[in-house]
């Protein structure tokens, strides 16, 4: 099949494949006669298998390493897990971050009048941090 199905079948865009390619992430199917790739049914589970793994956040190398892992029948899913769960520690720290940032934007908004006054506690918390409490 050419990219156009293969695009299709596994949900990513033809540009996406082909950066997945030239960065080695998917090996470049072989070229049929007339030049083009043709994708087999295993390209496009791989390709399935990277999309959902970034959809998970999953960076280009934990993919690969993942990938690597699930082609491996040697495998131990104890490295499987591993890089799990240091992708869910990061996203916890992120949701910390996040949670961080909201409750400090959340006093900045609710401080501000938001009337006709020059006065404007949003941009005095944004010129000095310290003094958001």
């Given at each position: 099949?050419?990219?156009?199905?293969a695009?299709?079948?596994s949900?990513?865009?033809?540009?996406t494949?082909?950066?997945?390619?030239?960065?080695?992430?998917?090996?470049?199917?072989?070229?049929?006669e007339?030049?083009?790739?043709?994708?087999?049914?295993t390209?496009v589970?791989?390709?399935?298998?990277?999309?959902?793994?970034r959809?998970?956040?999953?960076?280009v190398?934990?993919?690969?390493?993942?990938?690597?892992l699930?082609?491996?029948?040697?495998?131990?899913?104890g490295?499987?897990?591993?890089?799990a769960?240091k992708?869910?520690?990061?996203i916890?720290?992120?949701?910390?971050?996040?949670?961080?940032?909201?409750?400090t934007?959340?006093?900045?908004?609710?401080t501000?009048?938001?009337?006709?006054?020059?006065?404007?506690?949003?941009?005095?918390?944004?010129?000095?941090?310290a003094?958001?409490q």
């Amino acid at each position: 099949m050419n990219i156009g199905e293969a695009s299709k079948l596994s949900g990513l865009p033809p540009k996406t494949i082909r950066y997945y390619e030239d960065t080695g992430l998917i090996a470049p199917p072989a070229r049929a006669e007339n030049g083009y790739r043709n994708y087999t049914d295993t390209d496009v589970h791989k390709l399935r298998f990277v999309r959902h793994s970034r959809g998970l956040g999953f960076s280009v190398d934990e993919c690969s390493q993942l990938l690597s892992l699930y082609e491996d029948k040697d495998r131990q899913s104890g490295d499987v897990k591993a890089i799990a769960q240091k992708h869910l520690t990061e996203i916890d720290e992120k949701i910390k971050e996040l949670q961080e940032l909201r409750s400090t934007l959340h006093h900045l908004v609710n401080t501000c009048h938001g009337d006709g006054r020059p006065d404007c506690p949003i941009l005095e918390g944004l010129a000095d941090p310290a003094s958001v409490q």
